[in-house]
Nanobody, 124 residues
Framework: QAQLVESGGGSVPPGGSLRLSCADS????????MGWFRQGPGNAREWVGY???????DYRDSVRGRFTISRDNAKNIVSLQMNSVNPEDTGMYYC??????????????????WGHGTQVTVSS
C-alpha cells in the first residue's frame, strides 16, 4: 500500500536540533512537491515548509533560517532539519505529497497524501 512514513521525532531541549525524515513507499513523489506541516496543542494544522521536485524550498517566517528541507530522490526520502528549536515548535509533524500538480502550495487541502505524523516536543 502506498504511503508516507515519518520518523525522527522526540523530545529536545530549547536550542537543540532534531532531524525528521519522511519515507515514500510506492507514491512516486520523486518529481513532486513535498510539504511539511505541524499541529501544536490546541492549534490548527499549519504549513512549515515545502520542497519542489527541483529542490526549491520555502518556509513559514517563524522557522526560516532555522529549519531546512532536503530530499534524497535516490532513496525517496524528504528530511526536515530543525535547529535552534523553541517551545513553540512543539507539535505533531506531518509530511505530505502533492501529486496532483507540479507546483507547491502552502495549503494543506492541496496535498493528496499524508503520513501519520511524528511528535516533536521542545521542553527543558
Amino acid at each position: 500500500q502506498a504511503q508516507l512514513v515519518e520518523s525522527g521525532g522526540g523530545s529536545v531541549p530549547p536550542g537543540g536540533s532534531l532531524r525528521l525524515s519522511c519515507a515514500d513507499s510506492g507514491l512516486s513523489t520523486r518529481n513532486r512537491c513535498m510539504g511539511w506541516f505541524r499541529q501544536g496543542p490546541g492549534n490548527a494544522r499549519e504549513w512549515v515548509g515545502y520542497i519542489t521536485g527541483g529542490g526549491f524550498t520555502d518556509y513559514r517566517d517563524s522557522v526560516r533560517g532555522r529549519f531546512t528541507i532536503s530530499r534524497d530522490n535516490a532513496k525517496n526520502i524528504v528530511s526536515l532539519q530543525m535547529n535552534s528549536v523553541n517551545p513553540e515548535d512543539t507539535g505533531m509533524y506531518y509530511c505530505a505529497a502533492r501529486l496532483s500538480s507540479v507546483t507547491c502550495s502552502t495549503l494543506s487541502n492541496n496535498y493528496n497524501y499524508w503520513g501519520h505524523g511524528t511528535q516533536v516536543t521542545v521542553s527543558s
